[in-house]
Structure formats: C-alpha cells, structure tokens
C-alpha cells in the first residue's frame, strides 16, 4: 500500500494535515498493512507509532481518536467519511480496521509477476549480479560517448 493514497483518502474525507492524527493513522494503515500487524493489539500498535514519531502511545491514541472526531463532526466530504470510516462505532480499532480494509480493497496492489510485471522488478530482488550488468551496460554507453 502506497502512503500517498493513505494521505489522499484522509485529505478527500476532510481531516485537517496539521493534525498530530493525521500522521499517526497513515503511520497506523501502513504498519497494518505488513505481516506483523495483520491481527494488532492496539496497544502495541500505539506504543509502536509513538516510537517511530517520538511520541507517547497515549498522546498517539488521543490524537487519532481527536482526528477521526474532528474528521466526523466536520464531514467536508460526508459521503467518503461515511464509506471510508463510517458515523457509528467509532472506536479507534474499528475505524482504522474499516479505513485499512476499504483502502486495501479499492486500490489493489499490482500484481508485478508474470508476463504483466516483466519490466517490474522488485527492489528486494535486486542482486549483485543485476547490479554489475547495470554497472558494465552504463560503463560501455560512457565509453561509446567519449569516443
């Protein structure tokens, strides 16, 4: 999942940027979109954003539960407030559950194997030998300039 759309969904429902929150839920669906976090103990997640942004994890769930209110009483965009994060059980859980699984399953990740993704490549894929390749095809375009 990409952080912009993150940023992007937030902005079209209406929360304010300046928000501490703002930074703390893109933070919280990134984190829940990796293997460790799939099934969270909020606690944990809290304690863990605070790491990441220097913070405290009670400062952390307050500032998400202060920014998903203000989103709410706000409601700049109600119908994506509505479809991405929804007017009734607003527990921070389940808002940032409901928020992570709609984004999940409006903007799929691409599929970057198989004949579709060929020119893709996985920066985790990246070996050595893919890089001398790239390093000698790079020498040889310099050699062919200078000549």
């Not at 912009?4 to 940027?17: A, C, K, T």
């Not at 606690?43 to 202060?66: C, F, P, Q, W």
Request: overall charge neutral; hydrophobic content about 40%.
């Amino acid at each position: 999942m990409r952080k912009d759309i993150v940023e992007n969904v937030l902005i079209d429902m209406g929360m304010p940027v300046k928000l501490k929150g703002f930074r703390y839920i893109t933070d919280a669906v990134m984190l829940l979109d990796t293997a460790e976090w799939q099934n969270p103990k909020w606690t944990a997640l809290y304690y863990k954003i605070g790491l990441m942004n220097h913070d405290t994890a009670s400062r952390v769930e307050r500032a998400i539960r202060n920014a998903f209110v203000t989103t709410r009483n706000r409601a700049g965009n109600y119908e994506a407030v509505a479809h991405y994060i929804g007017f009734t059980n607003c527990e921070n859980s389940n808002s940032l559950t409901y928020l992570y699984k709609t984004i999940k399953k409006e903007y799929p990740e691409p599929d970057l194997g198989g004949a579709e993704g060929e020119g893709f490549q996985n920066f985790n894929s990246v070996n050595a030998g893919m890089i001398r390749e790239m390093v000698r095809q790079t020498l040889k375009e310099m050699f062919v300039e200078l000549v």
